[in-house]
């Protein structure tokens, strides 16, 4: 899952570095998030970048050619993680000049996401991580961090990411599953998808009648055209329907693109671009006609 998108208009320089890449770490890196308020630490649970998803927007760059699967080191993450939480703790962060025009309401660590350059919870090592993870809050005593999985939600149901959700819940967490779509073929245009809509619809009520979800929603213009009316129209019936069967669906992010796509997801002949200020706020308002208890916010 692509991560921490930024606010199309003149975004604040601290928002627009999204380097997963952190001094001389594989996996684990900080982030200055707008959606989380402050510090995030990113966990990427797919060095390799192997998605089941091929999103058209999508700013992770691929090869296009075949990779082979590397399997995430969990000692290192552990090891990585306590050395970033360690210097959270101490201050020391803050040294680093890349963190230099971030103000001080700023520099609070607000949440550890479970993020990558892929879909974190096909990560074989996701649950284990999650556990250290959780461990590593209690060690460092950080009870009012949260622990966010930031996940398209197709592997909801596997028995081990279940699990691993009942950690995240159990340890001040949340979900913040991506919904692009209100109809299976707008789904399959932006997401490019293996898995059918209707088992990322089960999936994330599954998961939101066990515990409160946020839904992430990209809003962009794909081929010349942006998200369509009829197509916001089916989002937010579905939106609905989840919530009338006791989906604790709580916040909405919708986000347009900030940056260009890499070039690999692209299929032949077709552009994606941001969407303008106006149009997400049409959207955010008719959202907020159908659904007015849940909190939406535009990026
Ligand atoms: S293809 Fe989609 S789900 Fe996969 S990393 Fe990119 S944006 Fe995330």
């Not at 779509?181 to 293996?194: D, E, F, R, S, W």
């Not at 959202?287 to 849940?294: A, D, T």
Request: aromatic share 8%.
């Amino acid at each position: 899952m692509t991560d921490k998108p930024v606010q199309s208009d003149k975004p604040l320089a601290m928002y627009t570095r999204h380097s997963r890449k952190w001094l001389h770490n594989r996996y684990v890196y900080p982030v200055i998030s707008r959606r989380s308020g402050g510090l995030s630490i990113g966990i990427n649970l797919n060095p390799d970048k192997i998605c089941n998803f091929g999103c058209v927007y999508c700013q992770v760059e691929r090869s296009g050619e075949d990779v082979t699967p590397e399997p995430v080191d969990v000692a290192i993450v552990q090891a990585e993680l306590r050395e970033l939480l360690q210097s959270v703790v101490d201050g020391t962060l803050w040294e680093d000049s890349f963190f230099d025009d971030v103000p001080v309401e700023k520099r609070v660590l607000k949440d550890i996401a479970f993020s990558g350059d892929a879909e974190p919870t096909s990560s074989p090592s996701f649950l284990a991580v999650v556990l250290a993870a959780a461990e590593m809050k209690r060690a460092f005593k950080l009870s009012g961090v949260k622990l966010v999985l930031i996940t398209n939600a197709t592997l909801l149901a596997r028995r081990s990411v279940a699990e691993a959700l009942s950690v995240i819940k159990a340890n001040n967490g949340e979900i913040w599953a991506k919904l692009d779509a209100g109809t299976a073929a707008y789904y399959k245009l932006i997401n490019q998808p293996v898995i059918p809509f209707e088992r990322v619809l089960e999936n994330i009520l599954t998961a939101g009648r066990q515990q409160k979800i946020v839904i992430q929603t990209m809003v962009a213009s794909v081929g010349g055209k942006p998200f369509p009316v009829s197509e916001q129209e089916s989002y937010i019936r579905q939106l609905s329907e989840l919530m009338a069967q006791g989906c604790q669906i709580t916040r909405i992010q919708l986000y347009t693109v900030a940056r260009d796509p890499g070039e690999a997801n692209l299929p032949e002949n077709c552009d994606v671009k941001a969407v303008d200020g106006s149009y997400m706020s049409d959207f955010k308002s008719r959202i907020q006609r159908h659904l007015n208890s849940v909190q939406v916010d535009t990026y």
